[in-house]
């Protein structure tokens, strides 16, 4: 069965790092373009991060500088590696896959001092 599982959302204060997995079963990240979404309470779904199956990546210009999208095929993983967190970017995140249409269940990140 094809999933998507996301992990590593947690706990940060304001200016620390953290790093986001999706890890895809069922099907290889090799293809299609990979999305890291994001939710806050009360807000709509927005792009934060994407990579295509070219290797090329897009950004939100709200974490332009300070989010890395990178792809590890051999453990069907992408990574969001989140640099000089603010509070702004507190939501449950989310990954998506293109053209699976597929979702994961989401990890919550929380920035507070």
């Known amino acids: 069965q094809e999933q998507l599982v996301e992990s590593g959302g947690g706990l940060v204060q304001p200016g620390g790092s953290l790093t986001l997995s999706c890890t895809a079963s069922?099907?290889?990240?090799?293809?299609?373009?990979i999305t890291w979404f994001r939710q806050a309470p009360g807000k709509e779904r927005e792009l934060v991060a994407r990579?295509?199956?070219?290797?090329?990546?897009g950004y939100a210009d709200s974490v332009k500088g300070r989010f890395a999208i990178s792809r590890d095929i051999s453990k069907n993983t992408v990574y969001l590696q989140m640099n000089k967190i603010k509070p702004e970017d507190t939501a449950m995140y989310y990954c998506?896959?293109?053209?699976?249409?597929?979702w994961g269940q989401g990890t919550q990140v929380t920035v507070s001092s």
């Open positions: 998506n896959h293109l053209p699976l249409g597929l």
């Open positions: 069922g099907f290889t990240f090799n293809t299609g373009v």
């Open positions: 990579f295509y199956s070219t290797g090329d990546r």
